[in-house]
């Protein structure tokens, strides 16, 4: 087993990630606590659950703010998913979750493309939850290989219009996310 600890930091506002990720033979799992200033200021706490190819098998949101508490589940059931334990039709055939507050998520297409070098771009649909929020609506993103370490992120769905670059190490974790996140070392 390998564990890792991984900071971001948001670049557009106030706000800062810790992430902790371990990768065994059989499972992969993060646990990560957000705090930003977005929408009046919140903290939020998501956990993961990945099969060994980093296909999300379920995450856990739990965000508070000055206003409200609230939790959501999200899991996959066949080529679907569940929420909240109910199945989602709208979110049929939906191949990824996207966390709108992390760029942990862009992790699991990129990676997929990392693995067939030939492939130079992939369109797929995603169950887009919103963090502060906590709410579930499919999407559509597709990513364009720039280099070996550069993807071009396009918003086809319900951010239609919004692009930016990424940068990434070794395993596909971003390490640059334009207009958004950065990562960063402790001291």
């Known amino acids: 087993m390998s564990t890792s600890i991984l900071f971001w930091r948001r670049t557009d506002l106030e706000g800062l990630e810790r992430l902790e ?98 492939r130079t771009s992939l369109a797929l649909d995603t169950a887009f939850i919103d963090g502060p929020a906590l709410t579930v609506a499919r999407s559509r993103q597709r990513y364009d290989r720039q280099g070996p370490d550069r993807f071009r992120y396009v918003d086809l769905g319900l951010s239609l219009g919004f692009e930016a670059d990424l940068v990434v190490d070794d395993r596909g974790l971003v390490q640059h996310y334009e207009h958004l996140f950065e990562r960063i070392m402790p001291p």
């Open 21 to 118: 990720l371990s990768v065994e033979a059989d499972v992969v799992t993060a646990t990560s606590t957000v705090i930003c200033l977005e929408s009046g200021g919140f903290r939020l706490e998501h956990r993961w659950r990945l099969d060994p190819r980093w296909s999300a098998q379920s995450v856990t949101v739990e965000c508070w703010s000055a206003q409200d508490h609230g939790m959501l589940h999200l899991e996959r059931a066949g080529t679907g998913w569940r929420v909240d334990g109910l199945p989602r039709a709208d979110l049929e055939g939906a191949e990824e979750p996207d966390l709108s507050v992390t760029p942990f998520c862009n992790t699991f297409p990129i990676r997929k493309m990392l693995m067939e070098d030939a």
